[in-house]
């Protein structure tokens, strides 16, 4: 190996090196994603007559969460889903969870969720607290999320993916119809969503 | 304990309530003029409780407004017994009084954008003025003895009921409409027992007003159309029939063809093809 070869290799780790340095500051400053709503998904599921589980999906949200990962607590998330794209797979169904026996959308057209803190339980889950506001009744919710992975899309965009199941009483939010037996006060929610670097 | 069971139960406690506040009213002449409304603010308030829970003051959902405007509106109740007397006091007292109310549950609706201010306006006038003229033509029908006048009121709540349910698509509201005339329906059985019990202009203007505020409820918040919404209030022009002036010459059961005829036939009808509508497009989902 001459000694021009030598040093050639020795400035080429060099600006690895320093190219990787960079790479992890800029991995260490918080970072701003917007949710991809082609590739999330917020789904509800609700026990029917205390027999079977009925599932639903709300079809329109939007949001941005950051993500700080040097330090967890400067993260955040804000959803906003649109109440009347309820879908149950059932016309006449979606008609009654959009009225006042359920979502009363036209004067609730929103769901919304602002998180208030983020804590690291661990390298690929954080427990997320904040303000879920739903008929116009806010209430704190707490939610474990755990990273689902990173990655880049076709356009080469960075991209990441999270998901989290909580459960929530629904009475708690003034959605009182047919609690006697008809539908469970219970309703577990999935949230998994896909957010694109901005 | 059954759905039907809870409905039974709460509609009979909610009009064995009203029923005490009626006879006693009916009992105590000077009385009647103040417990006619009341008993059918109590019956109401007792089945709205019961099916809806107590709801918040001020409500956060406009619907729960029902439940408080039964009491804010017991004045045109008071207003209605008086009314023949002071015509003037009921015009403009009522009908401000209504405007007032029908406020309350439909601001919510322009605030959150799904009417523009000037769409928003137009309805709450047009609410409060089609309750005022209900009630205006509905509540002679108090002075009416014995069974029949309730039965017209029973029977508009069963069709309400059905529309509301099948058209508006909204059970609670179709729960509070069918037991609303079941309340109003428990002066069919005093009326049988009691030939001259009345059961008080302020008890059926009030009902009036109140089934109104369900059907505009349904047509703002729900999906009853504006076509089901203007059926259900020509087929509450109905009873009213039983009450006219012009008819007092005959006899009760003759008086009572007409109205009966229009809430059977038209009104059992309209629900009848909402029904069948629903259940084809509906595939197996009743509800819940």
Do not use: C
């Not at chain 2, 023949?84 to 549950?105: H, T």
């Not at chain 2, 012009?246 to 629900?271: D, E, F, N």
Request: glycine residues 10%; hydrophobic residues 50%.
């Amino acid at each position: 190996m001459t000694k021009r070869f030598r040093t050639r290799l020795w400035a080429h780790w060099a600006i690895l090196a320093t190219l990787a340095g960079s790479w992890q500051s800029v991995q260490a400053q918080p970072v701003t994603y917007r949710i991809d709503p082609v590739h999330s998904f917020i789904i509800f599921r609700v026990k029917h007559l205390n027999t079977g589980f009925a599932y639903g999906r709300f079809n329109t949200f939007s949001g941005t969460f950051v993500v700080d990962e040097r330090n967890p607590g400067n993260s955040s998330i804000q959803m906003e889903i649109d109440a009347n794209s309820v879908d149950t797979g059932n016309q006449q169904r979606d008609d009654h969870l959009r009225n006042p026996d359920f979502f009363n959308v036209r004067q609730f057209p929103k769901i919304t969720f602002q998180s208030t803190r983020v804590r690291k339980i661990n390298d690929t889950t954080v427990e997320v607290q904040g303000n879920l506001t739903m008929r116009g009744v806010t209430r704190p919710l707490t939610a474990r999320v755990t990273l689902t992975g990173r990655g880049r899309n076709q356009r080469g965009q960075e991209i990441i993916g999270f998901e989290t199941t909580f459960t929530i009483r629904r009475s708690q939010f003034g959605v009182n119809y047919g609690l006697n037996g008809g539908l469970d006060d219970e309703v577990r929610v999935t949230i998994a969503v896909e957010g694109i670097r901005q | 304990m059954s759905v039907v069971l809870q409905s039974l139960w709460t509609a009979g406690l909610a009009s064995v309530a009203a029923a005490v506040f009626w006879l006693l009213g009916w009992r105590l002449r000077r009385a009647h003029l103040w417990l006619s409304a009341l008993g059918l603010t109590v019956g109401f308030t007792i089945l709205y409780a019961r099916i809806l829970g107590r709801p918040d003051f001020p409500p956060i959902d406009a619907t729960q407004w029902a439940f408080w405007l039964a009491w804010l509106g017991l004045p045109l109740g008071w207003l209605a017994g008086i009314g023949a007397a002071y015509r003037w006091v009921w015009a403009w007292g009522a009908l401000l009084g209504a405007l007032w109310l029908f406020v309350l549950p439909f601001r919510p609706l322009i605030e959150s954008g799904f009417w523009t201010p000037t769409v928003g306006v137009a309805y709450i006038v047009g609410f409060g003025v089609a309750a005022w003229l209900l009630m205006t033509l509905s509540a002679p029908l108090g002075d009416e003895p014995g069974a029949p006048a309730p039965l017209l009121i029973a029977l508009l709540g069963a069709v309400s009921a059905g529309m509301l349910f099948y058209g508006g698509k909204s059970a609670s509201l179709a729960q509070l409409s069918g037991t609303l005339g079941a309340v109003v329906g428990v002066g069919v059985l005093i009326g049988l027992l009691l030939s001259r019990f009345t059961l008080g202009r302020g008890a059926v203007a009030l009902t009036m007003m109140l089934f109104v505020l369900l059907w505009a409820t349904a047509h703002g918040f729900a999906s009853l159309t504006l076509g089901q919404l203007a059926l259900l209030y020509l087929l509450a022009l109905a009873p009213a029939l039983y009450a006219l002036p012009a008819l007092q010459r005959h006899p009760a059961r003759v008086r009572l063809i007409a109205p009966l005829m229009i809430l059977l036939v038209i009104g059992g009808g309209a629900v009848g093809m909402q029904y069948r509508a629903y259940t084809t497009q509906s595939g197996d989902y009743y509800s819940y």
